[in-house]
Nanobody, 115 residues
Framework: VQLQASGGGLVQAGGSLRLSCAASGNDFRANVMGWYRQAPGKQRELVAEITSAGSTNYADSVKGRFTISTGNVKNTMYLQMNSLKPEDTAVYYC??????????WGQGTQVTVSS
């Protein structure tokens, strides 16, 4: 299984970015897909996750600003990030979980928000 994340970049505070993630190598739909981030000197943290049933969960720090969704193609996922803040600066990773197979991570994409 491989996950490919893309869409990061440099944006001014208040701007928007859309991250994409595509998982390949497994014909079964992932049970959960999620976005995590890790800022320098900090632990990796959950940003948002979505189940195969469409249930979502967000970190308090991004509620109302970020939206996670899945695509029409199986095992694709997006993170729409609006009203970005400098504290959102981090490397963003996507993860896919299959209950019978385990967790798989993408390579990360850098998001930098300038003040």
């Amino acid at each position: 299984v491989q996950l490919q994340a893309s869409g990061g970049g440099l944006v001014q505070a208040g701007g928007s970015l859309r991250l994409s993630c595509a998982a390949s190598g497994n014909d079964f739909r992932a049970n959960v897909m999620g976005w995590y981030r890790q800022a320098p000197g900090k632990q990796r943290e959950l940003v948002a996750e979505i189940t195969s049933a469409g249930s979502t969960n967000y970190a308090d720090s991004v509620k109302g600003r970020f939206t996670i969704s899945t695509g029409n193609v199986k095992n694709t996922m997006y993170l729409q990030m609006n009203s970005l803040k400098p504290e959102d600066t981090a490397v963003y990773y996507c993860k896919a979980r299959w209950y019978v197979r385990g967790d798989y991570w993408g390579q990360g994409t850098q998001v930098t928000v300038s003040s």
